[in-house]
């Protein structure tokens, strides 16, 4: 027996996305992303020069922060420079954000430029990774474009694009893209990175109640590979 | 002899200026606040009880902290979380903020709760403080609308409003909510709290080039009376 | 083609896996973990009572912390308390720990007591947080033995074991518990968490090169699996 | 009708300032500098050289910290070193002094040297910054004649004085220099640096009762004229 | 063969001390004291209650902070406050000097007080923490005073006295006293701590140069104790 | 009348001593010494280079860290790296450890070459400071072998050995090597370094109790002669 969810969408149906580009005048590249309620703005600030022990290699640098505004949350959460230490949470998504972007950068076309994307959230509503990642590459691509109009590559940085999304197990059905609801009450919650040619980035998996089985595994695996094809779509339409 | 201002404004006019209320799900009142390219999201989250210092004093409690994302300004500044330490200015900001509100706050008539204002801008181009003080206000009314619906209020917690506004000296003339550019060239800058009915809550002046007199100083704080009239009128504007 | 193991192993084969109970003195239960030359040091520290948060729920709570000594590394690695601040593989690591073991864990039975787990690496040589994982459980073991021998609890806190092992993909080839030399050069590395009774805790896999399949991830879990099994074995044969 | 002040003072009248030169013996200059019971040690310490993004551009730099010994207030505060972090106030006024300071200097006579100034409070009872600022002044003037003596200067660094005086409102009537005692009761509270030729550098007023008006605001700033000017000839004195 | 010192002293002479009583007006004991050039402020603030870990024993705490201006040193030091961080030599003096004074508390009759001594080097010329120490004695017995004429005390807490003196070796020769230029020479360091009885409190020798043996071990301690009977009769006298 | 000592060794007698050389794999020296109960690892990490304010002096530089894991104590203890901040006890040890094997290193013969020790402590059960500081020097000796292996040495950079130990009153009688349940009830306490040849290095004497006189300063003395003197063979005979 399955309940419907609690907006009406399908168990394969992501929320509704939009991707305003531009959302900044100062950035190279900047997104305001919405998964639903999920608000994040990512911005990509394209610099010369790369951190001190990549000088002289040729190579450029992609690097990412991620971080939420205190009243982003249901109950307002303090705020980590005021508390002076950053969080495991944000520590965590801040490192998957950048190693994301780095599975579809080639350095070397990038040149000694370094790209950091930032990644606000504005409004968490469940997801707020995964749309990180999800507009953050829309930021990077707009950035590299904007670095390419100024003659500042070598070649095309850019291998691929990359998309993310959650899903998991809620009362024994596998759902894609959870909205904060649906994300307290999962046993099983699994976010995926994948490339806009289907290949893996990232698969994190973890068993919030119950442990799972490879069968659950599986079946999430299926639907986050719909999800992501399903945003690699929009981020497309996006940049056109 | 005057130069025109780069927008074509007068020099006692203000930049356009945009009050988007209920700008986010979560908070007791929230607002995007826009002076010209500066934009603020202003949250006011609402809690029952009051800081240890304070209860069972039967008092309220208004307090605001100021941010800036990294992307908010012309080049990129680091994140004051991953530094671990927030800057003078951001502290200086944060308790200007807090001041000025808690000038127009009947703390009886609060009961104890505790209204905490987030001011975190989005993008900076000039006016940060003065944007953030107009627009907090206004999310912290709607939070004292928020509260009176909830029946947590023993009277009208709101003495009046407050507004801000910046004037400066530039090339020997004083003008009118300065944007970043004309900003950085002022001789002399000044911040300017008043509450609706005129009368001032903080006066904060520097001679960031020249010392400047009397007649400079009477000047400005005539154009700041004039400017926050006219926000007075907008944040009115906007609550109806 | 595939090139044979440095250390003569098959693909699918764990390293020397040596499990030293009662290491110490003075925590409750205490282990010292090693995988070929990863040595971790698992402490279990049994205390009456839960953090505030939880007071008075009538549920105990099951925390951990993972660090590594400067000298156990390659090159000597800074220490976090000189630099005042927890990097963000160690705050994530930590975390990992915790949840694992939160997995198999009833606080109902446990009552109001909190058991802290401190793995601490003494050499490192891949695998830490796997081998950190499996020791781990074996030091909770012993201090739930510990607290019931003391007559503290309300019934098995325990509702299985946990075990975790890495795997990866090397030159194209599948295999199991990778080694420092294998960890650098793997184009995909995967942790695995599971049960002893084969479910699934944790999946955390990631391209470090090319991004992988789907057929490379099943190759993947079914290593894990393999290791996972092997592993819940010896955690059991140093128990008894 | 007034009340008398508690020390006997005419409202626009100073309490005994009294500015002992060469307090310490390393120091490049060092005064101590009392506003009644206010004790502040300002010490100014030369060093060639100058900030790393300052080098190379022929300018010096001045620049300013202010901090309270823990026994110096009323009740004991904490040490800002044992809580690892500087507190809003701490920032605030130490920027305050600085760029106050910094209005007086041409940088090009300075040469690259760098003057930094410490004004340590060692007894506090109201005016700590104002004080701050008066000896700091004068502390800065004997480590430029130090530097002149010293053959390391292009010109003369100083182009003038500055002082500062605490003024406001208490029972509805302006006074200069407040104490402790005023300052915890004034509606409005008001500190103005002047140069010794009568102009504005800095003016902060805060309503800390109710706003006040215009009319009130002129009395204020007269009043600050009038201490300023008598502040300027103490120090005249002092280094003569 | 032995070189005269510098300043015309005998080998085993004390440098001119001075200790001047309630320097400050708020604390319940404070005193300047000064050993040659070295000046430390020393202020006893008395409170009621003690630290959360002793409420309810009827024990009072007498604790020690000791702290360097920046300016009291030859060369300016970067304040403790701004680098978010106390460094070890700070950290050490602190707890000597609590150790010290502890040792001639009686905590019972000083009931649940607290006295905190708060050690300002205001210049430092060699022997700091011995001049704290003995400086923070007189401070403490003044605060004792203060708490006994409130009727704050149940009998008398000090025990005895304590002071404090540097001796070493300097060009072979055994020296008391040592100002900064001959402790940068010595080959071994000595801070002797004693009680007014004669007997010691704590001991430590440190081999700047070369190892010390036993003889010059026995002649340091014979000067130390000379040395401190001398401070012992100046804690008396200034006391009277 | 002298109780005898729970683990039934004469007073002058050290508990039973294991120094286990090369424990680790990567370091260039390594060491888990042993006093009874307490267990140190002490690893040396050799490096080309040194730091900065040393660079081309020609000079080597010898550092060392202590620290303590969560669980070596018999109530486990918060880490530091955890409160972000290192304990005065912590720096005060790495401090001493630091100090006393520079005593016997000649700077020129090292080279531009660095040595950092690394002293953590597995399990405490006293004396862990001078467990330390023994089993650091034979891990020092051994990284220096490793050096001259390497060709990096100009000559001997050791010019003798250290090794430390601690004494104390019980109950009235003097002892050597306190565990930790005689240190506790120790009236005085004190560590002391000595090179192999008989001298020392440092001598920190600490009143726990009553303050102690010179006649129990003495036998004292003796006892750490005969201790440090077996430490020294032992230590000889580890390296032969």
Known sequence: MTTKR??????????????????????????????????????????????????????????????MLPAATHTRSDRESVKGRIGGRTHEISRLVGRSLRAVVDYKALGENTIQLDCDVLQADG????AAITGAWVALADAVDHLRAAGSLKGEPLTGSVAAISVG????????????????????????VMTGTGSFVEVQGTAEGAPFDRAEL????????????DLTRLQTESRT
Not at 39 to 66: H, M, N
Not at 127 to 130: D, L, P, W
Not at 169 to 180: H, T
Request: proline share 2%; with cysteine.
């Open 127 to 130: 997801g707020t990774r995964t």
């Open 169 to 192: 197990i809620i009362d024994g059905v596998a759902r894609l893209d959870l909205p904060y609801e649906e994300d307290v009450r999962a046993e099983t919650d699994m976010n995926v």
């Open 6 to 67: 609690a907006d009406g969408r399908a168990d394969d149906e992501l929320r509704q996305v939009r991707i305003t580009r531009n959302w900044l005048d100062h950035a190279a590249g900047s997104v305001l992303v919405e998964f639903g309620g999920t608000k994040v703005l990512c911005a990509a600030s394209a610099s010369e020069g790369v951190p001190r022990w990549r000088k002289g290699s040729g190579l450029g640098w992609v690097t990412a922060e991620y971080a």
């Open 218 to 229: 599986d079946a999430l695996l299926g639907l986050a590979e719909k999800g992501c094809a």
